[in-house]
């Protein structure tokens, strides 16, 4: 049966309440005017990323993802592990509440993944070769059909190539060859005949044998009348690894074979710890990303993986690397977020004030029922401090009941708190923190704003 879709609402506005408000110290980092979304509409092109339900019950999280983005691709909600564990049985809750959230907030969604090597139930491994290919199909046909009408594009496909340019092989590849994927894409379409289908893979940003693979594929896979509409270029990046710098090139050459291009999965990473020439390199690598796209027509739009720090993939799997998003562990706005502004044309918000190079971020390390444990912390880079005071609004009621590493008054909605006698000096390239344990009821979102003096 088919789910009920909810009316889609417009894309929420970026809220004026995120702006700073500067006192003699740099505030909590402004946003641009426009969402990132909104400055890629101004040239035909989209901006999304990913999203995981794990983390929808962190506001945060939703708030920035309903309010930046127009796209959002579930990271595992509609892998098959997930939508068909078991033979037959299929789970489409996780994959609905993708949607439903995309609805609600008026983005596209792009189906990410229905035939791919990893993450595969043990029972399509286990098949005899003779049944993959009616499994593959079958799971095709109902997890493409039952979010038909939901879904703008599907990667049909995710990572057939190894590096050298030849398949991958899984069971899928030893059962049916390279035919595989044309199967699949042909069962898509029969399923959801208005998604726009899509192979997708990582380490094929610039020229070279993977990405000249998938060129050879989708020329081929025209050529024979199979149904191929789009490739999605991952855009895993590393700043010690340098920029493709073929990349705008590289997306020409697929989009002069008729398939529109996409960047699906964009980060940047560096090896840690994190100081300011590796935030400058790195930012400059997401504008290098954005203007490639801005200079390829069929070139539809760029997915982030991910936006904060704190929920990224990368230091669990790559050793001693991190720092890979556009927003850090508190959800404040990094370099490389003024950067994909400026890349899309925007202006990143009003500039520093006094005390320029220190901030304060917030963050909410653990919460309960009715109660929860905030940490603050002041950063400097550039400049220092000797003395500091954070203020900041609550907008639920919330109330301070004891602060450590700070003195901390409450007045109505009003919080402030000065450092005590041993942490008032934040040096340049430094950083304090202090603690409270506060009460909530209803919600606790994180104050919008924070002014540092």
Known sequence: MRRLRSRPRALLAALAGALCLYGLGTATPAYAADSLNQLAQAHGKFMGSAAATAHFSDSQYT?????????????????????????GQFNFGPGDQIVDFAQQNGQSVRG??????????????????????????????????????????WDVVNEPFNEDGTFRTSPLYNAMGSDFVAHALR?????????????????IEGINAKSTAMYNLVRDLKADGVPIDCVGIQGHLAIQYGFPSDLRQNMQRFADLGVDVAITELDVRMQLPVDSQKEATQSQYYANV???????????????????????????????????????????????YNAVVEAFGGDPGPGPGPGDGCSASYAVPNEWNSGFTAAVTISCDG?????????????????????????????????TCTNATYNGNVPDGGSVTFGFNGTWTGSNPAPATLTLG
């Open 63 to 87: 708030e920035i993802l309903g309010r930046e983005f127009g796209q959002i691709t579930a990271e595992n909600e509609m892998k098959w592990d997930t939508t068909e564990p078991s033979r």
């Open 187 to 203: 069962a898509a379409k029969a399923a959801d005949p208005n998604a726009k289908l899509c192979l997708n893979d990582y380490n």
């Open 383 to 415: 400049e220092s401090l000797s003395g500091w005071s954070v203020s900041w609004d609550y907008t639920a009621g919330q109330q301070v009941t004891n602060a450590w590493n700070a003195t901390c008054t409450q007045t109505s909605a009003r919080v």
């Open 112 to 153: 990410h993944t229905l035939v791919w090597h990893s993450q595969l139930p043990d029972w399509v491994s286990n098949l005899p070769s003779s049944e993959v290919r009616g499994a593959m199909e079958n799971h095709v046909t109902e997890v493409a059909g039952h979010y038909a009408g939901d879904i703008y594009a």
């Open 290 to 336: 954005i203007d490639a796209c801005l200079a390829v027509d069929r070139c539809v739009g760029v997915t982030v993986w991910g936006f904060p720090d704190k929920y990224s993939w990368v230091p669990d799997v790559f050793d001693g690397e991190g720092s890979a998003t556009l927003w850090n562990d508190s959800y404040q706005p990094k370099p490389a």
